[in-house]
């Protein structure tokens, strides 16, 4: 039993001796868990980037719909992610997307 805590000590002291790692600039990017968005994140999402004419002018847009998610929703999530979603809407899920548009138009 003394040579296991013995053992032990050893070990984490060489633990203890050893430098870090020296972190590179990937690892200190923040990732965001990608989860699923709901409709409500959808709504504002769209209603955001129809208003600013995405499509036209795209990086600036995406910083504010990021801001207006975590403002309202207190949700992070990255800008691809974001982007991947809004393509899906337009050219997968045409039924969400109508559903969120008519929603838009009843709010005006």
């Excluded at 847009?61 to 975590?70: D, G």
């Excluded at 990255?78 to 109508?98: I, M, N, T």
Aim: net charge positive.
């Amino acid at each position: 039993m003394a040579e296991t805590k013995q053992v032990r000590a050893n070990y984490s002291n060489e633990e203890e001796e050893e430098s870090p790692e020296p972190e590179t600039s990937r690892s200190r990017r923040r990732r965001f868990k990608a989860s699923n968005i709901s409709f409500v994140e959808m709504l504002e999402m769209v209603d955001i980037l129809k208003r600013a004419d995405y499509d036209g002018k795209k990086a600036k847009i995406m910083a504010k719909v990021l801001k207006s998610l975590h403002r309202n929703f207190g949700v992070r999530r990255s800008k691809d992610q974001l982007r991947k979603r809004w393509l899906d809407l337009k050219l997968r899920e045409h039924d969400q997307y109508r559903r969120i548009r008519r929603v838009l138009q009843k709010s005006k």
